[in-house]
C-alpha cells in the first residue's frame, strides 16, 4: 500500500470540495482549482476529509495512487495558503523592475527582457535584485519561475544570472595560466 496514498486529505473550514467522477473541483479563499484525474482511481469525500483509493495491486494503479493524492493535496493547500517561489538576481548591472503586469529584467543582454504576468500568476519585485512568483496552482508557479530562470541561468565561474533563493551553484575554477619555468 502506498504510504501517501493511504493518507487522507483534510479539508480546513472555509473549501469546499466537489467530486463528479474523476473530475475534482476545489474552491477556497484565494480561488478555484480544477483537474481531471485517472478513470481508475477512487476519489471520496467523507466529510472533512478526502480518500483515494486504487482499484487493484496492479503496478499502474500503485504508481498512480499517491500521484493523485499527492494532486489533490497540492489543489487544497493552493486555494487556502498559495504557493510562491522566490528568485534572486547576481551580477553588476543586473536587476529587475515591475512595469503594471510586466517583469522587466536588465540582465546583460543589449535589451531589456519583458515577461508579462500569465493569468493565475502573480509577480511581485520587492528589491532590485529579486523576484518572488505568488499563484494557487503549484504546478504553474514552479513553471513560471523556472521560465524566468531560464532568461539567464546562473553560470559557473562567477555565478552571475537568476537563481532560486538557497540555490547552490557549483563554481568552476578559472585558467590556470602559464607554468613556471
Known sequence: MSRIGRKPISVPAGVEVKVDGTTVTVKGPKGSLTNTFN?????????????????????????????TRTLIHNMVVGVTEGYSKSLDIEGIGYRAAKQGKNLV???????????????????????????????????????????????????????????????????????AGKGKK
Open 39 to 67: 478513470k481508475d482511481m477512487l476519489i471520496k469525500v467523507e466529510g472533512t476529509e478526502i480518500i483515494v483509493e486504487r482499484p487493484s495491486e496492479d503496478k499502474l494503479h500503485k504508481s498512480l495512487h499517491g500521484l
Open 105 to 175: 529584467l536588465n540582465i546583460g543582454y543589449s535589451h531589456q527582457v519583458i515577461i508579462p504576468e500569465i493569468d493565475g500568476i502573480t509577480i511581485d519585485v520587492p528589491a532590485a535584485t529579486k523576484i518572488i512568483v505568488n499563484g494557487i496552482d503549484k504546478q504553474k508557479v514552479g513553471q513560471f519561475a523556472a521560465e524566468i530562470r531560464e532568461k539567464r541561468p546562473p553560470e559557473p565561474y562567477k555565478g552571475k544570472g537568476i537563481r532560486y533563493t538557497g540555490e547552490h551553484i557549483i563554481r568552476k575554477e578559472g585558467k
